[in-house]
T-cell receptor, first 108, second 113 residues
Framework: KNEVEQSPQNLTAQEGEFITINCSYS?????LHWLQQHPGGGIVSLFM???GKKKHGRLIATINIQEKHSSLHITASHPRDSAVYIC??????????FGKGTKLSVIP | KAGVTQTPRYLIKTRGQQVTLSCSPI?????VSWYQQTPGQGLQFLFE???????NKGNFPGRFSGRQFSNSRSEMNVSTLELGDSALYLC????????????FGEGSRLTVL
């Protein structure tokens, strides 16, 4: 069993749709990162959270430590949101365990 | 403010050779972590350095090593290259170790022939 499970693996949405990506993990963590990777490889850190909820623009991330579950929401999706989104819980010192990623395609 | 710089961006080596990759963190960042990304295994943690000390190492053989200099720049070395070492190697820096936002470089893409 993978330590980090992301769903869905692939997601196609129409521009403007509300999107949710889920992440369940079995490892103990001190914080969980949500990362965005565009074609070509560059990775951008979207959120780091250890409890509750964070919001940045159209992106919202939540985490439930007791249930070992986190979600990433994108409101009013746009084609520029097309990327791979990766969940990465960490036990500290950036010893992150990575999910396989969710490939999001937003169609105009 | 300059971002995280990785060099070289692309390189091709043959089996048995060794390779050294460099990572210059954002000015003021003392933590540098390294990751390997392959199509089969995805992203995996290699190691993390903070103030010239390796604090954690992932599940990789001893052929993978690294170091950090007093100016926080870091290098990783892979000796006796194998075909399976072909990957995108990413480094990330953070202002403090153990927690905090990560800033990634563009990566070094290694091809082993």
């Amino acid at each position: 069993k993978n330590e980090v499970e992301q769903s869905p693996q692939n997601l196609t949405a129409q521009e403007g749709e509300f999107i949710t990506i889920n992440c369940s993990y079995s490892v103990g963590i001190s914080a969980l990162h949500w990362l965005q990777q565009h074609p070509g490889g560059g990775i951008v850190s979207l959120f780091m959270l250890s409890s509750g909820k964070k919001k940045h623009g159209r992106l919202i991330a939540t985490i439930n430590i007791q249930e070992k579950h986190s979600s990433l929401h994108i409101t009013a999706s746009h084609p520029r949101d097309s990327a791979v989104y990766i969940c990465a819980p960490g036990a500290g010192s950036y010893q992150l365990t990575f999910g396989k990623g969710t490939k999001l395609s937003v169609i105009p | 403010k300059a971002g995280v710089t990785q060099t070289p961006r692309y390189l091709i080596k043959t089996r048995g050779q060794q390779v050294t990759l460099s990572c210059s963190p954002i000015s003021g960042h003392r933590s540098v972590s390294w990751y390997q990304q392959t199509p089969g295994q995805g992203l995996q943690f290699l190691f993390e350095y903070f103030s010239e000390t390796q604090r954690n190492k992932g599940n990789f053989p001893g052929r993978f090593s690294g170091r950090q200099f007093s100016n926080s720049r870091s290098e990783m070395n892979v000796s006796t290259l194998e075909l399976g070492d072909s990957a995108l190697y990413l480094c990330a820096s953070s202002i403090r170790g153990g927690a905090g936002e990560l800033f990634f470089g563009e990566g070094s893409r290694l091809t082993v022939l």
